[in-house]
């Protein structure tokens, strides 16, 4: 079965960039999209297709998918970026999630 | 506004049985597809299956198939997703999402509902 792998966890400090990397066989060839699940709350979706942010994502949001690799990259991290985040693709008729990473805004 | 109503929380016995259900509203449900996650505690998201209201098309990922049963009901747009015999580790809490599903992702989700098995 297909596998999406993300890093346990990444830290950044305010106002940096944070980079949160999904891997895949061949990912390019599918869509990635992306998920932030913040303690307690429902997951909000903040990439799909690739690189389109939903209406009211803030433009710090942005993505990319290359070769085995998706990136979610967050510009100017704020404290409120804190949150676990998901990446997502479907294989075939199915879809699978990564496993998660929990960024640490310190 | 899009929104998806889950049902309560669950407490159930090792062996029952439940059905918990996702109401949508704001939108055309039929015409979208719902999806179940599921979250075990401190444990990331598992995408469980989806089904498509207009005409019930379901398709179950290969880890949950013949474990669960989703269904829907466009009449009333709900959906629903069902235990015959539930385990210990079904304790998790479940989500339904909608969107226009593939590559468009799951933009609205409902609030979850918490479901614990336990003796």
């Known amino acids: 079965s297909y596998e999406l792998t993300q890093p346990p966890s990444v830290s950044v400090s305010p106002g940096q960039t944070a980079s949160i990397t999904c891997s895949g066989d061949k990912l390019d060839n599918k869509y990635a999209c992306w998920y932030q699940q913040k303690a307690g709350q429902s997951p909000v979706m903040v990439i799909y297709q690739d690189t389109k942010r939903p209406s009211g994502i803030p433009e710090r949001f942005s993505g990319s998918n290359s070769g085995n690799t998706a990136t979610l990259t967050i510009s100017g991290t704020q404290a409120m970026d804190e949150a676990d985040y998901y990446c997502q693709a479907w294989d075939s008729t199915t879809e699978v999630f990564g496993g998660g990473t929990k960024l640490t805004v310190l | 506004e899009v929104q998806l109503v889950q049902s309560g929380a669950e407490v159930k016995k090792p062996g029952e049985s439940l059905k918990i259900s996702c109401k949508g509203s704001g939108y055309s449900f039929a015409n979208y597809w719902i999806a179940w996650v599921r979250q075990m505690p401190g444990k990331g998201l598992e995408w469980m299956g989806i089904i498509y209201p207009a005409d019930s098309d379901t398709r179950y990922s290969p880890s949950f198939q013949g474990q669960v049963t989703i269904s829907a009901d466009k009449s009333i747009s709900t959906a629903s997703l069902q235990w015959s015999s539930l385990k210990a580790s079904d304790t998790a809490m479940y989500y339904c999402?909608?969107?226009?599903?593939?590559?468009?992702?799951?933009?609205?989700w409902g609030q979850g509902t918490l479901v614990t098995v336990s003796s």
């Open positions: 999402a909608t969107g226009a599903g593939y590559s468009s992702g799951w933009p609205y």
